[in-house]
């Protein structure tokens, strides 16, 4: 596995693949890899001849009081990781990304005011900055994202669209641990006693799935039910109970066809996350 540290090596290796005529995944993190990017990083393989994989800890997403410094870290043995899977190449690119004088950023009109972006303000700018120059410096035919951040994947999608990138985005659906809790980094964060209130996330969605399979389309009622189930432990606090359009994220006040159960709590210092489509069972004729 080679391991790319220069932004000019790594462009260069792209372009020399593509004239070999090999075809190039690429799985963007933050590092402190789980199984979740695993999964990113087996599909990626499943897609392409060459897997990258990108770890930077990209510091234009994370608000002045959010966790930048603490973000856990461990690249050794992320590169392990990426060996044991099969990773063809580590770019682990650093400061040079934001060279003194960076002043150019990539801001979307719409789909940031909407869910996580009322809260992280500054968060979808950094990732569609940063994802915009990694694109641009390892070139890849194929990028795979993880639908648990649903919102990232719709803000990538409309960026790929909307800036000409020639780049199949694919999505690749939350890997849970056994209980049914989503796989983050942050989950490290999450003590002893705080573990088991994480699963009330994961519970609020299965609820909401089960009413609308019982022929609830009234959304406010399904989002009241959840934010409830979420509330019944004291160290939560909801951020947002969503039901809305799975690709503007509008709300939906009623529920037809395919809508997104989106969700996002604090629980203690840890900011959780969670979502699910629901689907109106289909009314025989
Ligand atoms: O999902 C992440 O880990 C990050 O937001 C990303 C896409 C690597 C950009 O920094």
């Given at each position: 596995?080679?391991?790319?540290?220069?932004?000019?090596?790594?462009?260069?290796?792209?372009?020399?693949?593509?004239?070999?005529?090999?075809?190039?995944?690429?799985?963007?993190?933050?590092?402190?890899?789980?199984?979740?990017?695993?999964?990113?990083?087996?599909?990626?393989?499943?897609?392409?001849?060459?897997?990258?994989?990108?770890i930077f800890v990209n510091?234009?997403?994370?608000?002045?009081?959010?966790?930048?410094?603490?973000?856990?870290?461990?690249?050794?043995?992320?590169?392990?990781?990426?060996?044991?899977i099969g990773a063809d190449t580590v770019f682990t690119p650093d400061s040079d990304i934001y060279p003194a004088g960076f002043q150019t950023y990539v801001e979307l009109e719409?789909?940031?005011?909407?869910?996580?972006?009322?809260?992280?303000?500054?968060?979808?700018?950094g990732v569609a900055t940063?994802?915009?120059?990694?694109?641009?410096i390892v070139n890849p035919h194929f990028a795979l994202f993880g639908e648990k951040d649903y919102q990232q994947l719709a803000i990538i999608r409309q960026l790929v669209i909307d800036l000409n990138f020639d780049i199949t985005v694919v999505g690749v659906p939350i890997v849970r641990e056994p209980d049914g809790l989503?796989?983050?980094?942050?989950?490290?964060?999450?003590?002893?006693?705080?573990?088991?209130?994480?699963?009330?996330l994961y519970r609020s969605i299965q609820a909401?799935?089960?009413?609308?399979?019982d022929g609830e389309i009234d959304a406010q009622k399904i989002v009241d039910a959840a934010t409830e189930i979420l509330l019944s432990c004291p160290d939560i606090t909801v951020d947002y109970v969503s039901i809305c359009d799975p690709v503007t994220l509008d709300g939906?006040?009623?529920?037809q066809g395919k809508v997104l159960m989106a969700v996002a709590v604090w629980l203690g210092k840890t900011r959780l996350i969670d979502n699910r489509m629901l689907v109106v069972p289909h009314t025989p004729e």
């Open positions: 596995m080679k391991v790319i540290t220069s932004i000019r090596e790594m462009t260069r290796f792209s372009e020399n693949l593509r004239c070999q005529g090999r075809t190039i995944a690429f799985v963007p993190t933050m590092g402190y890899l789980h199984e979740g990017h695993l999964a990113l990083m087996a599909e990626g393989k499943t897609k392409a001849d060459h897997l990258v994989v990108s510091p234009a997403q994370f608000g002045p009081s959010e966790d930048f410094s603490t973000y856990p870290r461990a690249m050794e043995q992320d590169l392990e990781q990426c060996r044991t719409k789909l940031p005011l909407h869910l996580c972006g009322l809260s992280r303000p500054v968060f979808f700018k940063v994802v915009t120059k990694l694109f641009n989503a796989k983050s980094s942050r989950n490290k964060y999450l003590t002893q006693k705080e573990r088991p209130h994480a699963l009330l909401a799935e089960k009413m609308v399979k939906v006040t009623s529920i």
